[in-house]
Structure formats: structure tokens, C-alpha cells
T-cell receptor, first 114, second 113 residues
Framework: SQQGEEDPQALSIQEGENATMNCSYKTSINNLQWYRQNSGRGLVHLILIRSNEREKHSGRLRVTLDTSKKSSSLLITASRAADTASYFCAVFMNYGGATNKLIFGTGTLLAVQP | DTGVSQNPRHKITKRGQNVTFRCDPISEHNRLYWYRQTLGQGPEFLTYFQNEAQLEKSRLLSDRFSAERPKGSFSTLEIQRTEQGDSAMYLC???????????FGSGTRLTVV
């Protein structure tokens, strides 16, 4: 079963605007990761934030994590048409080393209009 | 090393036939994962290997599915007696042990007609 739920399911913005996507999850995590997927392609790892971190930056990406609310957000600043893709959050849970895998959410489809 | 490679990219098969997909991970990575993704959904975990050992299988992986990773290098995923519901994108990923980011292949799109 899928762990995370992204919100919104779809987002359409103009080039230059900021895009914010949210992710909620259900259980305690080791880390949370964001991935991007262009249509019909594999996923590309964007950024990882650990459970003891609250905010992380990478280029135009900013990720926040609130473990008390079991939620994360991904902000893409100054969006470009090339940012058009689906974005997925994924949680990594570590049950004493017995279970180690990423569980993905349902994704947000971002369309950036030129 | 150019990343994770999956073959074939596309496979069309008739219902009831067997299919096999191959994944070549990044050579330094000791973990290899298989996921399945249907249209509009996120990837769903199927199984993963650490080196040659298959450590976990999802309940999604019925007895028609089998995966192997001989010698801890490439992996194969076989689906026997395919059904229309097996139509999906099958994604392979690899990583170091420890929960860091995965590197995904481009996937194999299976269509069962």
C-alpha cells in the first residue's frame, strides 16, 4: 500500500511562479525523499531530508519536514517549462534493519506554462 | 557506468505468455529493487535484493512472479501466464544499503493484449 499522499494531485502555474507540493505520511520515518518523473520515464532523485532535519535546500528546491505533523513540502522557485513533470514523495522506514525500502506517494502532476 | 539499465524498454505480449525483464544496476550498489507503476499512480514496491539475497517480497508479487539476482549483479523479473492486469511500467532501482536515494532505470512498459 502507498504511504504518502501528495497534495494537490495536479498543479498548473506560469513560468517564473513558485510551485508548492505537499506530502503527508502515516508512520515514523528514517528519511523522506522527493523524486521527479517525466512522462513515461524513470524517476530521478531530487533531494533527501532526514527525520532530524527540518529544512533543506538544493538549487531552486526547498524541502521542509514536520515530523510532528507527518508532513513535508517541496517548493520549486522560479519555475521553468522544463520543470513540467510528476513529483513524488517517498518515505524510508527502517524497522530495526528488517525492512528497508522506499514507499511512494501518489504524486503531483506539475504543468508549467511558458 | 551509465546508471541503471533496463531491457527491453517495451514489451507487448499475449495473455497467458511468459515474459522476462532484465535490470543491470549501478555496479557499486549492493541493493536492487523492483517496483510496478500503473498510469496515474506512484510506484508500488514489489521486491528487493541485497547482493544476491532476496530480502523482501510484497504481497503484490503473486506466485506468477519471480525475481532473481544471481551473483549479486543483474536481476531478472519473470511473469508467468501474464494477465491483462499485469500491464504496467516495471521499474528497477539500485542503491547503497542505508536508505539513501535510489537510482532508477527508465523502466520496461509491459502491455498484455
Amino acid at each position: 500500500s502507498q504511504q504518502g499522499e501528495e497534495d494537490p494531485q495536479a498543479l498548473s502555474i506560469q513560468e517564473g511562479e513558485n510551485a508548492t507540493m505537499n506530502c503527508s505520511y502515516k508512520t515514523s520515518i528514517n528519511n523522506l525523499q522527493w523524486y521527479r518523473q517525466n512522462s513515461g520515464r524513470g524517476l530521478v532523485h531530487l533531494i533527501l531530508i532526514r527525520s532530524n532535519e527540518r529544512e533543506k535546500h538544493s538549487g531552486r528546491l526547498r524541502v521542509t519536514l514536520d515530523t510532528s505533523k507527518k508532513s513535508s513540502s517541496l517548493l520549486i522557485t522560479a519555475s521553468r517549462a522544463a520543470d513540467t513533470a510528476s513529483y513524488f514523495c517517498a518515505v524510508f522506514m527502517n524497522y530495526g534493519g528488517a525492512t528497508n525500502k522506499l514507499i511512494f506517494g501518489t504524486g503531483t502532476l506539475l504543468a508549467v506554462q511558458p | 557506468d551509465t546508471g541503471v539499465s533496463q531491457n527491453p524498454r517495451h514489451k507487448i505480449t499475449k495473455r497467458g505468455q511468459n515474459v522476462t525483464f532484465r535490470c543491470d544496476p549501478i555496479s557499486e550498489h549492493n541493493r536492487l529493487y523492483w517496483y510496478r507503476q500503473t498510469l496515474g499512480q506512484g510506484p508500488e514496491f514489489l521486491t528487493y535484493f541485497q547482493n544476491e539475497a532476496q530480502l523482501e517480497k510484497s504481497r503484490l508479487l503473486s506466485d506468477r512472479f519471480s525475481a532473481e539476482r544471481p551473483k549479486g549483479s543483474f536481476s531478472t523479473l519473470e511473469i508467468q501466464r501474464t494477465e491483462q492486469g499485469d500491464s504496467a511500467m516495471y521499474l528497477c532501482a539500485s542503491s547503497f544499503a542505508g536508505g539513501d536515494g535510489y537510482t532508477f532505470g527508465s523502466g520496461t512498459r509491459l502491455t498484455v493484449v
